[in-house]
């Protein structure tokens, strides 16, 4: 594989991966924690499939069968490489004013190996690793893992206004749960478990918690800045607010209120 350019200056920007099962709340923890660092500084925030050609593929095979484990993966490493050097372009002025940032990732490198470690052997652990290594990319200065409990992850998947995709089915989701456990006790990545079972303001606050331990929160510079303390005093109105404005653009991030259930509880 050709390198390609390092991505957002590799060597001072910080990367936080947040990973889980599918229906692990990780996708709204991800917009929480994005949301809360651009309220200290500059952030970006790195999701996939993209908007991309190759993400668009990817959406589609995510709902069949067609396409195998091993390939979906490659594709996601590809989209992963197009999607930095994309940011790394269209924040550069960003970057030249404002310093590097932040980046809060919803998947990533770990993703890719857990779901490829279930590709029959197709593609192992420690070769996704490797080919990220080999394509530049950066490696996650935190991997956050939200673990659920099986059932609390199934109720949330039915929530999802997206539709059903292929690892869905609970036999799939236990494979890459144990494909994850393998990755996370190897020892590659700084790993931190977090309980991600309770309430969305119980599984925020641990997270920024970890992240306060481990020195990985914005260097506040800017006095007029939210401090921490008054984001998790606010942090149940802001919440509300969100909500009702990601309701209104029709994200699906939040079940229509008459499911009666929240994603994250």
Known sequence: MATVQKTIDVNKSKLIVLEGCDG?????????????????????QER?????????????????????????????????????????????HMIERDGTPFIIQDRGEPSTA??????????????VIDLHRRANLQKPD???????????????????????????DLDKQVKIAAAYEKLGSMGVYNW???DANGSIED????????????????????????????????????????????RLHGSALFPPPEAGVHPAQ
């Open 203 to 246: 599984v925020h606050f641990k997270i920024i918690d970890v992240l306060e331990e481990r020195d990985l929160l914005p260097k506040q510079k800017d006095t007029s800045r939210v401090s921490l303390q008054q984001w998790k005093d606010n942090f149940r109105d802001w919440l509300q607010r969100f909500e009702e404005n990601q």
């Open 114 to 127: 857990a779901y490829a470690e279930t590709s029959g052997g197709q593609l192992t652990l420690e070769e």
């Open 24 to 44: 692990s709340g990780k996708t709204l923890q991800a917009t929480l924690l994005y949301h809360f660092y651009t309220t200290q500084g500059f952030a970006l």
């Open 48 to 92: 996939e499939p993209t908007g991309s050609n190759i993400g668009k593929w990817i959406r589609k095979e995510l709902k069949g069968e067609k396409m195998s484990v091993r390939d979906i993966q490659l594709l996601f490493l590809a989209n992963r490489v197009e999607h930095f050097e994309r940011m790394n372009a269209d924040y550069q």
């Open 142 to 168: 935190i991997v956050l893992f939200l673990r659920t409990d099986a059932d609390v992850a199934a109720k949330r998947r039915k929530l999802r206004v997206d539709g059903k995709e292929r690892f869905d």
């Open 192 to 194: 931190v478990d977090v």
